[in-house]
């Protein structure tokens, strides 16, 4: 049973039992799919609401946070219920990004693959073809499906550009291992490129999906630049313990961005570098060498096993659309995905390698590059989450842009298949204990 429950862990094997339950659930009872996915967790809650009179309306914070009914007149401000999907998709899923974020900032230290910018050089420029390239063939297939607005004038489809741009770090990884092996150089190639996606899709994230609902207000992120001296004032107060650095210095920063109309599952990030780190980086993901004792690494160590278990919840949550759901925006995505992210790889590494002469890692070849960036077009987690704020929540473009973004998978065979038209040579290697998030 241990090995079970590690194995469905290291292989974020919760994350693919939600997606495939959600998807049984919403084909067999869409409405009671619906229900559970706007269950009321608590109500009477105000995050974001003012008081207001009858000229000055409060806006809601998200969908699924419910006003509850006021009789006309009343002076009080409105109450908003929390829902499941809230809770998971706004609140808990802050722990995921803050350990993709923690990933990024300890690429920067001295031995991360950020820390070169000669050998990182190729990799990086690669990953602005792989978010450029997907970009491009979206907007190309939602122009040419004379859809670019859906009808509803709330909704363009434009607005979901971004969805195709994201590498899912753990099943690219996942794959790329089995087609190239534990020791091609294209592995740490693959994760350099993941990483460098992650952060500009974080970047994406903040500067282009504002919550719709409320205004921009940056004199809120003041309260997160509080929580941000709240952290630096405990570590040089030496406190160990990640859990003050989150519940009090996180909590500030999280309401900061809530209220300042930016995402708020990203609000843990300013706080990362706050906590006590070590000052060099010992590998992405290398948990065999992971033997430091400081409050970041502590922090993932002990958040890992709860963000496989969010990431379950995420599936459950967000992958349950109806297969009749599939349309123009499915096809935007997944062309995005399967045609941009590997032309889009390959051309700018191709420009950077042999254009810029930055070159390739011993033992790498263009056509291992073409097979990576087909490895990378697996979007899925990240995917679907632009894809949930991206588009109101219960449309059909969402459903649709959801699909497409499930549709990804498919870049695994595509993956298999590119490596055997290419003759890639597997190449063993030690066998790490890795962890995907």
Same mark, same amino acid.
Request: aromatic letters at 10%; one cysteine or more.
């Given at each position: 049973?241990?090995?079970?429950?590690?194995?469905?862990?290291?292989?974020?094997?919760?994350?693919?039992?939600?997606?495939? #339950?959600?998807?049984?659930?919403?084909?067999?009872?869409?409405?009671?799919?619906?229900?559970?996915?706007?269950?009321?967790?608590?109500?009477?809650?105000?995050?974001?609401?003012?008081?207001?009179?009858?000229?000055?309306?409060?806006?809601?914070?998200?969908?699924?946070?419910?006003?509850?009914?006021?009789?006309?007149?009343?002076?009080?401000?409105?109450?908003?219920?929390?829902?499941?999907?809230?809770?998971?998709?706004?609140?808990?899923?802050?722990?995921?990004?803050?350990?993709?974020?923690?990933?990024?900032?300890?690429?920067?230290?001295?031995?991360?693959?950020?820390?070169?910018?000669?050998?990182?050089?190729?990799?990086?420029?690669?990953?602005?073809? =792989?978010?450029?390239?997907?970009?491009?063939?979206?907007?190309?297939?939602?122009?040419? =499906?004379?859809?670019?607005?859906?009808?509803?004038?709330?909704?363009?489809?434009?607005?979901?550009?971004?969805?195709?741009?994201?590498?899912?770090?753990?099943?690219?990884?996942?794959?790329?291992?089995?087609?190239?092996?534990?020791?091609?150089?294209?592995?740490?190639?693959?994760?350099?490129?993941?990483?460098?996606?992650?952060?500009?899709?974080?970047?994406?994230?903040?500067?282009?999906?504002?919550?719709?609902?409320?205004?921009?207000?940056?004199?809120?992120?003041?309260?997160?630049?509080?929580?941000?001296?709240?952290?630096?004032?405990?570590?040089?107060?030496?406190?160990?313990?990640?859990?003050?650095?989150?519940?009090?210095?996180?909590?500030?920063?999280?309401?900061?961005?809530?209220? #300042?109309?930016?995402?708020?599952?990203?609000?843990?990030?300013?706080?990362?570098?706050?906590?006590?780190?070590?000052?060099?980086?010992?590998?992405?993901?290398?948990?065999?060498?992971?033997?430091?004792?400081?409050?970041?690494?502590?922090?993932?160590?002990?958040?890992?096993?709860?963000?496989?278990?969010?990431?379950?919840?995420?599936?459950?949550?967000?992958?349950?659309?109806?297969?009749?759901?599939?349309?123009?925006?499915?096809?935007?995505?997944?062309?995005?995905?399967?045609?941009?992210?590997?032309?889009?790889?390959?051309?700018?590494?191709?420009?950077?390698?042999?254009?810029?002469?930055?070159?390739?890692?011993?033992?790498?070849?263009?056509?291992?590059?073409?097979?990576? =960036?087909?490895?990378? #077009?697996?979007?899925?987690?990240?995917?679907?989450?632009?894809?949930?704020?991206?588009?109101?929540?219960?449309?059909?473009?969402?459903?649709?842009?959801?699909?497409? #973004?499930?549709?990804?998978?498919?870049?695994?065979?595509?993956?298999?298949?590119?490596?055997?038209?290419?003759?890639?040579?597997?190449?063993?290697?030690?066998?790490?204990?890795?962890?995907?998030?």
């Amino acid at each position: 049973m241990r090995k079970t429950i590690r194995f469905l862990l290291e292989n974020s094997m919760f994350l693919i039992i939600g997606t495939v #339950a959600a998807l049984v659930w919403a084909n067999v009872n869409k409405d009671s799919y619906e229900h559970f996915l706007h269950m009321e967790l608590w109500g009477d809650t105000i995050v974001g609401a003012v008081h207001h009179d009858e000229a000055h309306e409060v806006p809601a914070l998200e969908d699924e946070a419910k006003e509850v009914v006021e009789e006309p007149g009343s002076h009080a401000p409105k109450k908003k219920s929390i829902t499941l999907h809230y809770l998971i998709n706004d609140i808990l899923m802050a722990l995921f990004f803050a350990i993709a974020g923690k990933e990024v900032w300890e690429a920067t230290f001295p031995g991360g693959p950020l820390s070169n910018p000669k050998k990182a050089a190729t990799p990086l420029i690669a990953t602005l073809g =792989g978010m450029a390239g997907p970009a491009l063939f979206y907007f190309i297939v939602a122009k040419m =499906g004379g859809v670019w607005h859906t009808g509803d004038h709330a909704t363009e489809l434009s607005r979901g550009w971004a969805i195709p741009c994201a590498t899912d770090i753990a099943f690219s990884y996942m794959v790329a291992r089995m087609v190239f092996g534990a020791g091609h150089p294209a592995i740490p190639f693959l994760l350099l490129l993941a990483i460098a996606d992650d952060a500009l899709g974080l970047v994406i994230l903040a500067a282009f999906y504002p919550n719709p609902d409320l205004p921009v207000e940056p004199m809120w992120l003041l309260l997160s630049a509080a929580g941000v001296v709240i952290g630096l004032v405990m570590r040089r107060m030496r406190l160990h313990s990640f859990w003050p650095y989150i519940l009090v210095g996180g909590v500030c920063s999280w309401f900061g961005f809530a209220l #300042a109309g930016l995402h708020p599952a990203l609000g843990l990030l300013p706080i990362i570098p706050t906590m006590p780190h070590a000052h060099v980086d010992t590998g992405l993901f290398d948990w065999s060498k992971m033997e430091k004792d400081d409050t970041l690494t502590h922090f993932e160590h002990s958040m890992k096993t709860p963000v496989e278990l969010i990431l379950g919840m995420f599936g459950l949550l967000n992958a349950g659309v109806a297969f009749s759901s599939a349309g123009w925006a499915t096809s935007a995505v997944m062309i995005g995905l399967l045609v941009g992210k590997p032309v889009g790889i390959w051309v700018c590494g191709m420009f950077a390698a042999r254009g810029l002469k930055f070159g390739f890692p011993q033992g790498m070849t263009s056509k291992d590059l073409f097979v990576l =960036g087909c490895a990378g #077009a697996i979007g899925f987690t990240v995917a679907l989450f632009v894809a949930s704020v991206a588009f109101k929540t219960g449309t059909p473009v969402q459903d649709a842009a959801k699909m497409g #973004a499930l549709g990804s998978f498919s870049a695994a065979i595509m993956t298999f298949i590119a490596g055997k038209v290419m003759g890639t040579q597997k190449v063993a290697g030690a066998d790490k204990e890795t962890d995907h998030h």
